[in-house]
């Protein structure tokens, strides 16, 4: 019933594609995504003794992945920020050329 629903769902949802090797490879991908979320919970049912616990973390799991990502973007914005304060310390060419760049590009905008 559940790989039933799957397949209608994803038929709506690429209605529009010509070629028939995406459309069975999308199906194909959501069953196995669907299976595999199954495997986890039963995993985590299996391994987790209160059962109520084995919900939750398995409830949890994508929550700590956004969480992750979004401490990635986070991270790779402040080292990022460290980058910038060196070129400018540095006086580096590039980057003083590149922010020149972009200084004339927001006044010619902002000019319009």
Do not use: C, H
């Amino acid at each position: 019933m559940i790989q039933t629903a799957v397949l209608l769902a994803s038929t709506f949802s690429i209605e529009n594609l010509q070629d028939p090797n995406t459309e069975m490879w999308v199906k194909g991908l959501f069953v196995v995504i669907i299976g595999l979320i199954g495997v986890f919970l039963v995993l985590a049912l299996v391994f987790i003794k209160p059962w109520w616990i084995a919900i939750i973390v398995f409830l949890l799991v994508p929550v700590l992945g956004i969480l992750a990502w979004n401490w990635s973007l986070l991270f790779k914005r402040t080292v990022g920020g460290f980058r910038i304060r060196r070129l400018i310390r540095t006086k580096n060419s590039v980057f003083i050329r590149l922010r020149n760049t972009y200084n004339n590009l927001i006044k010619t905008v902002s000019g319009l």
